[in-house]
């Protein structure tokens, strides 16, 4: 069983600055490519940003230049540093993860519970 827990979301003016966290646990085998995607009200879930076990990343268009994600592979963990927020980046945050399990090593798509980011005008 893998689960992965996200941190991090809240209440920020415009302007403002959040980190969004995301751990993973349970039988990892390995951890593919991990990323983050938000669901505003009304509409479709998209992918904000991206990131491989390589390091390798891509961010959507939206968020270029505000948004960085990292990840630390030993402790299973991605980032989400989210500068310069604007209203519009208000969200559901998601993360996910593509895990390879122990036992079956097969891989599978992992989605957190989300956390809720609002910014203020």
């Known amino acids: 069983q893998v689960q992965l827990v996200e941190s991090g979301g809240g209440l920020v003016q415009a302007g403002g600055s959040l980190r969004l966290s995301c751990a993973a646990s349970g039988s990892i085998f390995s951890i593919n490519a991990m990323g983050w995607y938000r669901q505003a009200p009304g509409k479709q879930r998209e992918l904000v940003a991206r990131?491989?076990?390589?390091?390798?990343?891509n961010y959507a268009d939206s968020v270029k230049g505000r948004f960085t994600i990292s990840r630390d592979n030993a402790k299973n963990t991605v980032y989400l540093q989210m500068n310069s927020l604007k209203p519009e980046d208000t969200a559901v945050y998601y993360c996910?993860?593509?895990?390879?399990?122990?036992?079956?090593?097969?891989?599978?798509?992992?989605w957190g519970q989300g956390t809720q980011v609002t910014v203020s005008s």
């Open positions: 996910a993860a593509v895990i390879v399990v122990v036992v079956t090593t097969l891989e599978y798509d992992y």
């Open positions: 990131i491989t076990s390589g390091g390798s990343t």
